[in-house]
């Protein structure tokens, strides 16, 4: 069967250092799959890897079947792959509204337009307002990103991320620096737009991980060592050993 | 706007005449028309004429410097090239050989500009930043150097001149008097501003903004940065071409200057200061830029000396330009505390005028000790005359200065705190409006 998401011994060296070292995973459309593993392991090079922000050394990236090698992001993109980034990464002099709906345009056939008036975009508008009631931004619909609290940047990043419809859905540590009941109301927002659609995701705290993920591979210096159901790699010794059981995982687990 | 729930494509049906559009463009193609019917003086209406040209060149600008944050230094390679091709088409139009109403000839202009924004704007786009910056530059040296290489096309020094009377006229239209061709500006300036702000209210327009602050995510939601800057780049072209052909029929000559980085500072320059970042401000400067040739350039031979100041103190105290203090300001009348800063600005305007009448002083002793030397050292300025070796003078002027200088420091530091209570009161105030509404 083909899977939405496949990696292939996939490689990346930056310079002598190699960074990605072999990576093999295979996610199933709908599965919901966290990667774990700690700073320095290269989740969010593979991340890169995937999303086409940088080019791998060797090895092959899949997507729905269709190998990425030589695509640019935005061609990615419009294959249905979409990303978030670990640091906030919106429009900060554009609306609430207007971020949004930039992040549709593309996927709703509006392409490079100037003959029609944006107002006049119904279907555009519409989901543009769907979207921003899902990210529960309704009521900051014409305030400047830049003057948003930074949990309602985070939100806004996730709404541009699955605003395009995208199938297959990347999330570069979706609650770095939140606060922890921000990020339990955070994880549920996650869930509820993502709803049916593959997920992957970096994520360090282990209490959330644990709830959110069908799967959890686990990245040791650029190499899975465990992909597994939540509980499988909760009672994996080489997991332990690697990672769960390392003296950092308070440090983990308590956020950054 | 309050939240919209999920009936929202009614509610974007639903758009009754906007009242205040209507209004603001009914008044523009209004003063469009009767400005010549109160500046009825030839000169007053080559004025006019001018402030067209600039005005549409500086928005066609502002699309690459406002909206897509791409800082040119070769927008007259664009205007100046339109300008060429239209005063050769209206060469061939006279002589026989090119059959075109002298009216379609800004048009030849635009598509000109348009043809060589595709040309150069593909190795321009790549990226914005320093490497577009750099690239705008060294094309327009290039073609700069090439006016200069090639006489046939460029006139070389003299140029290339025309006679805007050409063809057939129609309803005795010939644009030859300064009116008939002034309306024609007209027409096109309207036409030109209500298609360049239409462009800003499209898809492209607004990602155009999304590139402009964020290129790398752009990327991420499945649009060419590069494709959309070089589409955006075409725009600009077509409408800076359109400008410079109707700037070769007013003037009816064409040189190098046309398309020399000297211009195209100009056009960067009065941009800037109308405002970038609002799409009139372009149109503040193209007046602003006219008037100030004009008035300064009469007043004193150090006329951009004074312009250089004010352009140094909008980028460091002013950067949304005139618009921008415009805005800032309106927004404060808005919530009714205009009236708790009148006494700052006055105190703001007076020091400043005591420290430039000082410094003007002083720099016009300069300009005429240099300069005008051999015809004494008396000298008249601002109706006054006075000997520019005088120490008296000197010390005065520079007392003056330094007066104003301090107190308008002291001034501006009492404004800066007013300003940031009023900013705060603003700032609650929106919050309760929030919070009841």
Excluded at chain 1, 129 to 146: F, Q, S, Y
Excluded at chain 2, 271 to 277: D, H, K, W, Y
Excluded at chain 2, 333 to 342: D, I, N, P, Q, V
Aim: proline share 2%.
């Amino acid at each position: 069967m083909s899977y939405a998401l496949e990696l292939k011994d996939l490689r990346k060296n930056f310079g002598q250092t190699e960074i990605i070292r072999g990576v093999n995973l295979a996610v199933k459309a709908g599965e919901r799959v966290a990667i774990i593993g700690p700073n320095g392991a290269g989740k969010s090079t593979l991340f890169n890897l995937i999303s086409g922000r940088f080019a791998p050394t060797s090895g092959d990236v899949f997507l729905n079947g269709t190998q990425l090698k030589g695509k640019k992001p935005f061609e990615i993109n419009r294959m249905g792959l979409s990303r978030s980034f670990q640091i906030t990464n919106i429009f900060p002099k554009l609306s609430v509204f207007e971020n949004l709906r930039c992040g549709l345009l593309w996927s709703l056939g509006y392409k490079y337009t100037f003959f029609k008036f944006l107002a006049d975009l119904d279907d555009a508008n519409a989901r543009t307002d769907e979207l921003m009631e899902m990210i529960k931004l309704d009521n900051k619909r014409d305030v400047l990103a830049v003057n948003l609290t930074y949990a309602e940047q985070r939100a806004l990043e996730i709404g541009i991320t699955i605003a395009g419809g995208a199938n297959v859905i990347l999330l570069d540590e979706p609650t770095a620096g939140m606060s922890k009941s921000e990020t339990t109301r955070f994880i549920r927002l996650i869930k509820e737009v993502t709803v049916g659609k593959t997920l992957l995701t970096v994520e360090h705290d282990m209490g959330v991980v644990f709830g959110l993920a069908d799967k959890i591979a686990v990245l040791v210096y650029g190499e899975v060592i465990a992909f597994d159901t939540p509980e499988a790699v909760r009672s994996n010794a080489l997991v332990q050993e690697a990672y769960l059981g390392s003296p950092d995982q308070q440090d983990q687990a308590g956020g950054h | 706007m309050a939240s919209k729930h999920s009936s929202s494509s009614q509610v974007y049906k639903f758009e009754p005449i906007n009242v205040g559009r209507w209004l603001i463009w009914g008044l523009f193609a209004l003063v469009l028309i009767s400005a010549p019917l109160v500046f009825t003086s030839s000169l007053g209406q080559m004025i006019l004429t001018q402030m067209g040209i600039v005005i549409i060149i500086c928005l066609s600008y502002n699309i690459l410097l406002g909206q897509g944050g791409m800082l040119s230094f070769g927008h007259a390679v664009y205007s100046g090239l339109g300008s060429f091709v239209a005063m050769h088409t209206l060469n061939a139009i006279t002589a026989g050989s090119f059959l075109l109403p002298v009216s379609l000839v800004p048009l030849v202009g635009g598509l000109a500009g348009l043809f060589f924004a595709a040309l150069f704007g593909s190795v321009t786009v790549k990226t914005a930043g320093t490497p577009f910056a750099m690239i705008t530059l060294g094309i327009g040296e290039l073609i700069w150097a090439m006016s200069l290489i090639f006489p046939g096309f460029f006139g070389g020094e003299a140029g290339v001149s025309g006679n805007r009377i050409a063809g057939s006229s129609s309803f005795g239209i010939t644009f030859g008097p300064q009116i008939q061709l002034y309306y024609l500006s007209a027409f096109y300036l309207f036409i030109c501003t209500a298609l360049m702000f239409a462009f800003t209210r499209t898809p492209l327009g607004r990602i155009l903004n999304a590139v402009r602050d964020n290129p790398e995510r752009v990327e991420f939601v499945g649009y060419d940065t590069e494709r959309v800057r070089y589409i955006a780049f075409m725009v600009a072209g077509f409408f800076a071409g359109i400008g410079g052909a109707i700037a070769a029929l007013h003037f009816e000559i064409v040189t190098s200057e046309n398309v020399s980085g000297a211009r195209s500072t100009v056009y960067l320059l009065w941009t800037f200061l109308g405002g970038a970042t609002f799409f009139f401000g372009a149109i503040i400067g193209g007046v602003m830029a006219v008037l100030a040739f004009v008035m300064f350039s009469e007043l004193t031979k150090a006329w951009l000396l004074y312009l250089g100041l004010l352009f140094l103190f909008m980028v460091m105290y002013a950067p949304g330009g005139f618009a921008g203090l415009i805005m800032m300001n309106l927004r404060v009348a808005a919530f009714g505390f205009l009236r708790k800063l009148w006494v700052s600005y006055l105190a703001l305007g007076v020091t400043a005028m005591v420290a430039l009448l000082g410094a003007s002083v002083m720099i016009e002793m300069i300009y005429h000790l240099q300069f005008d030397g051999a015809l004494g050292d008396e000298l008249k300025f601002l109706s006054m005359t006075f000997n520019a070796k005088n120490f008296d003078i000197w010390f005065g002027s520079g007392f003056l200065m330094l007066t104003g200088l301090g107190l308008f420091e002291l001034c501006r530091k009492q404004f800066l705190q007013e300003w940031g209570e009023i900013q705060e009161d603003i700032e609650n105030e929106i919050k309760r409006r929030q919070a009841l509404s």
